[in-house]
């Protein structure tokens, strides 16, 4: 399958810092999804990407899809506790194959 | 609006055992989805389905898993025998296209073979 490598696998950070995290890919995509995960739950959808190029915002998240179309950056503003989880991106090359990413886990220290 | 219900929520069985596991997508929703979570890692896609018909299960290992949707609505994954490495977070996911970006995700049946 696709390999999707994310960066960084984890992050610490104080309460009202802002995030930044990418997900980069061998393989071009025609989509691209973040995701996030909480302890014991499937996975949310945040954000999704159509177009190479795009900045999309979703309240305090803002993700874009690489030029290449390899690649996307999700920033989180001003971060909160319950911004905690894991969060994942998802290349969806063509109609129905979507390839998740390794993860990055998300610490807010209050 | 009700989410995907997955059951059971936790199960322990010992390898070679069978163990099944249970979907109710969100109502309408004609593709439904298993995915293995194994620690650490994304969600692998297992099956996809379109109502009642498979579109995908190219990374199904059928040898051992198996699964249906019958009548296009509740789905049950199966294994048959288990082995260590099953042990992984089993999530079903429902979409209301056939496109597979828009996904909602159940809440996972975590399976450990001991």
């Known amino acids: 399958g696709q390999q999707l490598n994310q960066s960084p696998q984890s992050m610490f950070i104080q309460e009202g810092e802002d995030v930044s995290m990418n997900c980069t890919s061998s393989s071009i995509f025609n989509t691209w999804l973040w995701y996030k995960q909480d302890p014991g739950e499937g996975p949310v959808l945040l954000i999704a990407?159509?177009?190479?190029?795009e900045l999309t915002s979703n309240g305090r998240l803002t993700a874009q899809f690489g030029i290449t179309r390899k690649d996307s950056f999700l920033n989180i503003s001003a971060s909160i506790p319950s911004d905690v989880g894991i969060y994942f991106c998802?290349?969806?090359?063509?109609?129905?194959?979507?390839?998740f990413g390794t993860g990055t886990r998300l610490t807010v220290i209050p | 609006e009700a989410g995907v219900a997955q059951s059971p929520r936790y199960k322990i069985i010992e390898k070679r055992q069978s163990v099944a596991f249970w979907c109710n997508p969100i109502s309408g929703h004609a593709t439904l989805y298993w995915y293995q979570q194994i620690l650490g890692q994304g969600p692998k896609l297992l099956i996809q389905?379109?109502?009642?018909?498979?579109?995908?299960d190219s990374q199904l290992p059928k040898d051992r898993f198996s699964a249906e949707r019958l009548k296009g609505v509740d789905s049950t994954l199966k294994i048959q025998p288990a082995k260590l490495e099953d042990s992984a977070v089993y999530l079903c996911?429902?979409?209301?296209?056939?496109?597979?970006?828009?996904?909602?995700f159940g809440s996972g049946t975590q399976l450990s073979v001991l």
């Open positions: 998802a290349g969806l090359s063509g109609a129905n194959n979507l390839f």
């Open positions: 990407l159509y177009k190479a190029g």
């Open positions: 389905f379109q109502n009642n018909g498979v579109v995908d």
């Open positions: 996911a429902s979409s209301p296209s056939r496109v597979g970006e828009k996904l909602f």
